[in-house]
């Protein structure tokens, strides 16, 4: 058995509602068709407007694994829980301990990897044969190889490496260890928290940073101006990554990035390396108090909305509208949420909690951030779909 993408296993109940349900009426909901039905046998309605949500699940490797879940006995739940949990921390210590970076100059036995990484052995064995089980690395004759998914993504060297999102995420899941302590008290920590040690803002900023370079290109081509922009606004936009795709497409174009102190420490030294300092302004304040300045053409609100409270969220809208020129352009981009009262999409439902674990916030769903942009005066709000980022809200309103 493998872990892959598939449809939901039955864990939730018919009737179950979600606190969001009264947000956002999802406009219908279409049956499985009959391919769908192979990898559906619910037949469990998919919500309209994410119509094709990722799923990570179980697939089987061969007759008698697939006969297995077909027959319904396997205990679905808890295969999911452990292997998930299991791969996941699997490629994180991988990562975190440079095993991906050693096969990189070929294949190698696992105590000339453990001599590269400094580790011991015999455990370093056992680590390579669980990546070899999770298919990310290749074993033949006692030697270890990378496969190409490894490569491209997990190795310092690569121009798509993602290592940077991996340890970032390892700073996530340190967070989730307290799942069950938030889950009873109902009293998130603050992630933003502007105590917490330099090296945090370092692997948050430059983690998310390395998300942001893997779609950044896309977005910036399909936000499209009549005439080119003169001035931007990158709220919470730290790493400058986006603001920095988008002055390499519009030549004439200088940028302001609003964040946290901490966050634009890292930030500046990121827009050094890029060698773009001389068009780009830092302004260092609480997105949530003080006026933004005015007079810009472009506001982006990139994955910030779910980083404050619903309170403030709509009037991070409002602060957008007043902050921009009369043919003003907004971009949102943020985590999708289904909204609705029926079943939730694996991303809807996982970064709902993930938002309240660290940070005691949410996602919140289109519907919602719709109403809001409404109600600050926004007018034909339109919505892009992402190749990168197939999980992703991507909405731009004009003022
Ligand atoms: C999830 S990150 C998004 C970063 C970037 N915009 C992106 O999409 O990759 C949230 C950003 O908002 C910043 N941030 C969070 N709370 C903030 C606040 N109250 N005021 C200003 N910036 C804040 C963080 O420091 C961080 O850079």
Redesign the pocket.
């Known amino acids: 058995m493998r872990q892959s993408r598939d449809p939901a296993d039955g864990l939730r109940q018919e009737g179950d509602r979600n606190i969001y349900s009264c947000w956002a009426q999802q406009p219908g909901s279409r049956g499985c068709g009959p391919l769908r039905n192979l990898f559906c046998p619910e037949g469990r309605p998919t919500p309209e407007i994410y119509p094709d949500p990722m799923r990570l699940g179980v697939i089987p490797e061969g007759i008698i694994d697939l006969i297995a879940l077909l027959s319904g006995r396997m205990p679905l739940p808890v295969v999911k829980s452990f292997w998930g949990y299991a791969m996941g921390r699997t490629v994180l210590a991988g990562v975190r301990l440079g095993v991906f970076d050693a096969l990189d100059s070929g294949p190698k036995s696992a105590s000339e990897v453990a001599r590269i990484i400094k580790t011991d052995p015999d455990a370093t064995e056992t680590l390579l044969n669980a990546l070899n089980g999770f298919g990310l690395i290749k074993r033949k004759k006692g030697r270890y190889s990378l496969t190409t998914a490894a490569r491209k993504w997990l190795t310092q060297n690569s121009a798509t490496t993602m290592k940077d999102s991996v340890l970032f995420i390892g700073e996530v899941c340190r967070e989730f260890e307290r799942l069950e302590d938030v889950v009873r008290s109902g009293r998130p920590p603050h ?2 928290d502007l105590k917490r040690p330099e090296e945090f ?1 370092n692997s ?2 430059r983690g ?2 390395t ?2 370079r893997f779609g950044s290109r896309e977005i910036v081509r399909k936000v499209r101006f009549d005439r080119p922009p003169q001035r931007m606004l ?6 400058g ?2 603001t920095i795709e988008f002055l390499k497409r519009y030549p004439s174009l200088t940028a302001v990035i ?3 102190p ?2 634009i420490e890292v ?1 500046r030294k990121m827009i050094v390396e890029a060698g773009l300092s001389d068009r780009i302004r830092f302004r260092a ?5 003080g006026d933004w300045g005015s007079g810009y053409d472009l506001v ?5 909305i ?3 409270p619903i309170d ?1 969220a709509e009037g991070l809208i409002e602060n957008a509208y007043q902050a921009l020129n009369e043919s003003g352009r907004l971009v949102i ?1 943020d985590s999708e949420h289904t909204g609705g009262d029926k079943d939730l999409s694996l991303t809807s439902g996982l970064n709902e909690l993930l938002f309240f674990v660290i940070n005691g916030t949410r996602a919140y769903p289109e519907a919602r951030v719709r109403e809001w942009l409404t109600k600050s005066g926004f007018r034909r709000v339109t919505k892009k779909h992402l190749l990168v980022m197939p999980m992703a809200m991507l909405l731009i309103a004009d003022k």
Do not use: K
């Open positions: 992630f933003h803002w948050y900023l998310l940073g998300f942001a990158d709220v919470g936009g730290g790493h990554v986006y609003l964040d946290l901490p966050a930030g304040q609480d997105m949530r108090v982006l609100l990139f994955n910030v779910h980083a404050v403030d981009l």
